[in-house]
């Protein structure tokens, strides 16, 4: 990777630099590269998704960890939920769930709405922490009034199921309305799942078509399982189509 000098670092202005950043990703590498030397916290997170990603740049999630902390100490709370998600995952250390619980704690009481969700996740698991699930609705509704889809889809269950709040299916069917429309595939999954209850056919259908843009492997099973056993013929039929 060719180094930006600070010369050149220093007489980009602003806007240039933004140019720059999102430009070419081995470009973009080598500027966020110097920023992040030069104690920029922004660049240290942006750099680290490079690394992690092996976007114009070697892959390199040790290395990766290492700037999201240093953007962390910063008090970046983006950066602390992916240090969360590096000890989650074994992104670049051996997977520990209490030391990234620790860290989704810290980016959710710093702001951030990933750091939220993760956070309320390992309270409802009881992953790295005590479960708590009554804590963890907390962060999700938090989460949610800033507009973040995963965790209006986990509310939608928790009012569907009934869990730290009274069973209310309209509530559900609302919280899982916002989540498919703001892009969440078990959102759009589970909005398509109620439509289809209460005789929406083509818009469940609509619904269930966007799933596999974003879904995983894994939930692709489960949906194309839900549309084989499902008691109208149309869904049974969309759940042997490509």
Same mark, same amino acid.
């Given at each position: 990777m060719n180094k930006i000098s600070v010369e050149q670092f220093n007489a980009a202005t602003p806007e240039e630099f933004a140019a720059i950043i999102s430009g070419p990703p081995e470009i973009a590498a080598c500027w966020l590269a110097t920023a992040a030397e030069h104690g920029i916290a922004d660049a240290q997170l942006r750099y680290g998704h490079m690394l992690l990603e092996g976007r114009g740049i070697e892959r390199d999630p040790g290395a990766a960890l290492d700037w999201f902390k240093k953007a962390a100490d910063q008090l970046d709370a983006m950066a602390m939920n992916m240090v969360g998600r590096c000890h989650e995952n074994g992104w670049g250390v051996e997977p520990d769930t209490t030391i990234a619980t620790y860290w989704f704690r810290r980016a959710a009481a710093n702001g951030s =709405?990933? +750091?939220m969700y993760n956070y309320g996740t390992s309270l409802t698991l009881g992953r790295g922490t005590k479960a708590n699930r009554v804590e963890a609705f907390i962060w999700f509704k938090n989460a949610a009034a800033k507009g973040h889809a995963k965790s209006m889809n986990i509310l939608g269950g928790f009012y569907e199921d009934g869990w730290e709040a009274e069973a209310n299916e309209q509530t559900a069917f609302d919280y899982y309305r916002l989540a498919a429309e703001g +892009?969440? &595939? %078990?959102?759009? &999954?589970?909005? +398509? %799942?109620?439509? /289809? /209850? %209460? +005789?929406?056919?083509?818009?469940?259908?609509?619904? &269930?078509?966007? =799933?596999?843009?974003? /879904?995983?492997?894994? &939930?692709?099973l489960k949906l194309r399982d839900f549309l084989a056993n499902a008691p109208h013929a149309r869904l049974r039929e969309l759940a042997h189509k490509p």
């Open positions: =709405v990933w +750091g +892009g969440d &595939f %078990r959102g759009q &999954f589970n909005y +398509g %799942r109620l439509l /289809a /209850a %209460r +005789g929406h056919l083509d818009e469940a259908i609509g619904w &269930f078509k966007l =799933v596999p843009q974003t /879904a995983t492997p894994a &939930f692709m």
